[in-house]
């Protein structure tokens, strides 16, 4: 069983202990007796190749999949002890964006951040304030009466991360939120993440299959490989000594691509990677 120490002294934001679960008719399990902290504000990045378990582990932080063993503690609670209410309330505490932004194509972006809280029964002038707010935050403000169609990938993700902040979300949970995004637009929405992270104190958990990403995103990795995690601790200490073979098979497309580009590049996004780790 492996453990991550948390990055900072202070009691961890969320703890997993001894996860497991297997799905009925799976010759093995999803995940094997996983434990870990996350340390509160921090980006945490868990990274595999498909079917690794990263998907089934991140959501066990909401608990939209329930660890057959095990626990998931958030602040001391654990939270697979919550019943419906307080998987509610839990629910609205944690953000959630996806790789394929899950707009309402019929609404506009206006209305596509506002739903939760018209769900919630929020006042409408509150409502109208916060949306705002949030549109402003992501940088589309001249965009609130436009809907997800007229929108580039990019700004549809925009729309999808201001949606998961309507409640003011103490984690957001970035489900392989920049895989359908071209180079450019993912760096873009990778800064956006970490200014949000920065602005709001927020604890960002992301998962990707490309290290890239974690070198431009996170402070810490955890890697999964076949429902174990074999590798974990700071970016750049992962980056530069690697022990596991599917760690290495991960980093080696990040290599092949910093090897085509000019030294002064590598140099930066280097310092980059050292900067977040």
């Not at 980006?43 to 057959?68: Q, V």
Request: charged letters at 20%; one cysteine or more; glycine letters at 8%.
């Amino acid at each position: 069983m492996h453990a991550v120490l948390p990055l900072r002294e202070s009691a961890p934001h969320i703890v997993f202990a001894g996860i497991g679960k297997t799905y009925a008719g799976a010759g093995a399990p999803a995940l094997a007796d996983i434990s870990f902290t996350i340390g509160r504000g921090e980006r945490f990045g868990i990274i595999g190749r498909s079917g690794a378990g990263k998907s089934t582990l991140l959501r066990t932080i909401n608990m939209l999949e329930r660890p057959d063993t095990g626990h998931v503690r958030i602040d001391g609670t654990d939270i697979g002890l919550l019943d419906e209410n307080g998987l509610v309330t839990l629910r609205r505490r944690i953000g959630m964006i996806f790789q394929h932004f899950n707009l309402l194509s019929a609404k506009t972006v206006f209305d596509n951040v506002a739903l939760p809280l018209r769900v919630a029964g929020v006042p409408r002038h509150e409502i109208a304030v916060r949306v705002m707010e949030l549109l402003d935050l992501v940088g589309l403000t001249d965009k609130a009466r436009a809907y997800p169609v007229m929108q580039s990938g990019g700004q549809k993700q925009r729309v999808g991360i201001a949606r998961a902040l309507v409640h003011r979300p103490e984690i957001l949970l970035c489900d392989e939120a920049t895989s359908a995004l071209d180079p450019e637009t993912t760096e873009q929405i990778l800064a956006l993440l970490r200014d949000i992270n920065q602005r709001l104190g927020l604890t960002v958990v992301l998962i990707t299959h490309d290290m890239a990403v974690i070198s431009e995103a996170c402070d810490r990795v955890l890697v999964l490989d076949h429902g174990h995690v074999i590798e974990h601790g700071p970016v750049w200490k992962v980056f530069a000594e690697p022990h596991a073979e599917a760690t290495i098979a991960l980093l080696r497309p990040l290599r092949h691509r910093m090897a085509a580009v000019p030294d002064t590049t590598r140099q930066e996004t280097a310092h980059r990677a050292a900067a977040n780790g």
